[in-house]
């Protein structure tokens, strides 16, 4: 079973060390992955940094030049949550080329998964502004490569493209599910208008939580309605409740659309001792969300399955949830927990998949 990993050093070099999200995360990732027997299993692939031309097919000229000036000062921030030191153009132009090299991998059938292990995180950045740690939106990118958006040419340079001549599939449709513990905010004002993609966001939703976006009523607009779908989850949630929503809306949306390739944005904040997050879930139901998403690639998109990483600030937790990642895009079912599960009561997710029923979301 080929699976890719793409990965550059650069990626550490936008850093605070007194941010949650810094080098750190990366490292410790890293670490565990190299010292396992998993590393030797997985195939690295080569990628570039995203051209000035090719981040203008996601975002403005004024936002990436913002965030070039920004960068070039050394030391700035975008808000009170998101900094930029002297490396982060160049680490987040990085992010983009690998998220779009995983997708092309994939869809060109070099690799039947992969998984862009990449900083800094990108689902809360839109066409014209960065936030929520992000500066590019990574995996919008990696979607509109897999639909044929984007080409790369003999000069390294990228370009549009309404054609790909080496792709073992026609790119119809793509389904992005974002389980990462924060609403995917940018990534969905990107496609609330673009039927082709399907855009569905899991997400701890609540008084005081980031970024306070993300409730059943947000479907999408135009010839996007319906393709945006939000699971707004209260705090509490665990194992459980994630596998209802899994296997009762993620699902069923799945097989009544149909993607050709299926898109995730990674973050692993919603584990119990996430210090960013309130929610119940273990390493164990990381893995089996992972085996749902796995399965839906099998069933409906050729196995093509595309990760991107988002968020997760507890290292230990982070590490070993990339790992069993791997584990189980390699083909495997068992993962690792030596963690353990929340010990809390978890709250139930009826009255949410009842709220989905009644917006019109077919579950």
């Not at 000062?73 to 080329?97: I, K, M, P």
């Not at 699971?231 to 699902?251: N, Q």
């Not at 990642?325 to 495997?332: Q, W």
Request: aromatic fraction near 10%; proline fraction near 6%.
């Amino acid at each position: 079973m080929s699976v890719g990993i793409l990965y550059d050093p650069l990626f550490l070099e936008h850093d605070h060390p007194f941010h949650p999200e810094n080098r750190r995360r990366l490292e410790a990732i890293m670490q565990r992955l190299r010292a396992s027997d998993v590393w030797s299993a997985l195939s690295t692939l080569p990628f570039s940094p995203a051209s000035f031309e090719m981040l203008t097919r996601v975002h403005t000229p004024q936002y990436i030049q913002r965030v070039y000036a920004l960068s070039a000062r050394g030391q700035a921030a975008l808000d009170v949550d998101t900094y930029l030191n002297g490396a982060s153009f160049s680490a987040a132009a990085l992010a983009v080329g690998a998220s779009v090299a995983a997708a092309e991998a994939v869809m060109s059938g070099r690799v039947r998964r992969a998984f862009a292990l990449v900083r800094p995180p990108g689902h809360h950045a839109f066409p014209n502004h960065g936030e929520g740690f992000c500066l590019f939106n990574n995996v919008a990118f990696a979607a509109l490569q897999a639909l044929g958006e984007l080409e790369d040419t003999t000069d390294g340079t990228w370009s549009p493209s309404a054609q790909r001549h080496h792709r073992n599939t026609k790119p119809e449709r793509a389904m992005i599910v974002d389980f990462d513990v924060h609403h995917g905010n940018g990534t969905q004002a990107i496609f609330y208008d673009d039927p082709r993609v399907l855009f569905v966001s899991v997400h701890e939703y609540g008084r005081g939580m980031y970024p306070g976006t993300g409730g059943v009523t947000e479907r999408g607009t135009g010839a996007g309605l319906g393709a945006t779908v939000n699971i707004p989850l209260p705090a509490g949630v665990g194992d459980f409740g994630y596998a209802r929503v899994f296997d009762e809306v993620i699902v069923p949306l799945a097989y009544q659309f149909k993607p050709n390739v299926l898109v995730v944005s990674a973050g692993f904040d919603a584990h119990w001792r996430d210090p960013l997050a309130h929610m119940g879930v273990s390493l164990a139901g990381f893995g089996r969300m992972v085996r749902v998403l796995r399965a839906l690639s099998d069933a409906l998109c050729g196995g093509r399955l595309i990760l991107i990483l988002e968020g997760g600030y507890d290292l230990e937790v982070l590490s070993w949830a990339v790992l069993n990642t791997f584990r189980v895009l390699l083909g495997e079912d068992d993962v690792q927990d030596p963690i353990g599960p929340c010990t809390c009561d978890e709250l139930p997710v009826d009255d949410v998949i009842e709220a989905l029923r009644r917006s019109g979301v077919a579950v």
